[in-house]
């Protein structure tokens, strides 16, 4: 079956943008988690949603939303982009309701702020 | 969730087995150890988890040591395409769906 898929795979954009970000996830799977990745601070958690609520949130400033649709499919926003803000945006998807079983990775959004 | 220490990096040589350790030494009784690794850009991939047996799957084992404090990933057969960096990661099944990644360790396969 397909896997989770992310687009765009590529974006560029200047400072003080925003941007959206869409996430498909496998056929079934209702848990949808999104993870910010840099040089500097390595793989970090932004925030999940099942049935369409969120249900964590990390450490991130309110630029960083998201929401997911009845089909399970989610788009994250952010927005008044900064530099630092450069970085591969990553999806996973999960059949599990709460904390156990596999995540599956999309391949990530390149997102490059000039 | 449990906090996890590895080695940065590791070498291991092309057909040999390569044991990648973790120590978790505040793991708490309901928590599982998972191991993740991600190929250079791709999104990170699932490799196996466990709670106290040692478990076996067709891309590595894991064994874990009779206290929980700590646990090696084993790839068998390393091959140039294992190259990655690979996180040990604890967690609850009751809790939150999202994973805690630390700094991992980037695994070389060198021909």
């Known amino acids: 079956k397909a896997g989770v898929t992310q687009t765009p795979r590529y974006l560029i954009k200047t400072r003080g943008q925003q941007v959206t970000l869409s996430c498909s996830p496998i056929s079934g799977h209702r848990s949808v988690s999104w993870y910010q990745q840099t040089p500097g601070q390595g793989l970090q958690f932004l925030f999940e949603?099942?049935?369409?609520?969120?249900?964590n949130k990390g450490n991130f400033p309110g630029r960083f939303s998201g929401r997911q649709f009845s089909n399970s499919r989610s788009e994250m926003n952010v927005s008044t982009l900064e530099l630092g803000d450069s970085a591969l945006y990553l999806c996973?998807?999960?059949?599990?309701?709460?904390?156990?079983?596999?995540?599956?990775f999309g391949p990530g959004t390149r997102l490059t702020v000039l | 969730d449990a906090k996890t220490t590895q080695p940065p990096s590791m070498d291991c040589a092309e057909g040999r087995a390569a044991n990648l350790p973790c120590n978790h030494s505040t793991i708490s009784g309901n928590e599982y150890v998972y191991w993740y690794r991600q190929i250079h850009s791709q999104g990170p991939q699932y490799i196996i988890h466990g709670l106290k047996n040692n478990e076996t799957n067709e891309m590595a084992s894991l064994i874990i040591t009779e206290d929980r404090k700590s646990s090696t990933l084993i790839l068998p057969h390393a091959t140039l395409r294992d190259t990655a960096v690979y996180y040990c990661i604890v967690r609850g099944e009751t809790g939150a769906n999202n994973l805690f990644f630390g700094t991992g360790t980037r695994l070389t396969v060198i021909p």
């Open positions: 949603y099942f049935s369409e609520t969120q249900r």
């Open positions: 996973a998807s999960s059949r599990a309701e709460v904390g156990g079983g596999e995540q599956f």
